[in-house]
Nanobody, 122 residues
Framework: QVQLVESGGGLVQTGGSLRLSCAASGRTFSGYAMGWFRQAPGKEREFVAAISFGGAIKNHADSVKGRFTISRDNAKNTMYLQMNGLKPEDMAVYYC???????????????WGQGTQVTVSS
């Protein structure tokens, strides 16, 4: 079992920045690929970014490429999502997840956090 807790969400103006954190506990954090997903009201959960267990492989959705950056610190059992240039369409609940591979499919992730709200005002 891996327990995941997100933090860092909040209210920001268009063009602003936030850094989300995902703290892991339980089984060895470094043994898991990690991902960020988001879900806006009335929409399906969508892939944002993923990172391999060692951090060498990173994937970002086209909609956030160049603005968001995923990273991880295995010594701190924590993953991050640096979000710059936020837009109103980025507003959603952001979830972190742990799985076997840094893929874009939510169903491939076994463990999920409770989510953190990101609100972007225009």
């Amino acid at each position: 079992q891996v327990q995941l807790v997100e933090s860092g969400g909040g209210l920001v103006q268009t063009g602003g920045s936030l850094r989300l954190s995902c703290a892991a506990s339980g089984r060895t954090f470094s043994g898991y690929a990690m991902g960020w997903f988001r879900q806006a009201p009335g929409k399906e959960r969508e892939f944002v970014a993923a990172i391999s267990f060692g951090g060498a492989i990173k994937n970002h959705a086209d909609s956030v490429k160049g603005r968001f950056t995923i990273s991880r610190d295995n010594a701190k059992n924590t993953m991050y999502l640096q979000m710059n240039g936020l837009k109103p369409e980025d507003m959603a609940v952001y979830y972190c997840a742990a799985g076997r591979s840094p893929v874009r499919i939510a169903a491939d992730y076994s463990y999920w956090g409770q989510g953190t709200q990101v609100t972007v005002s225009s």
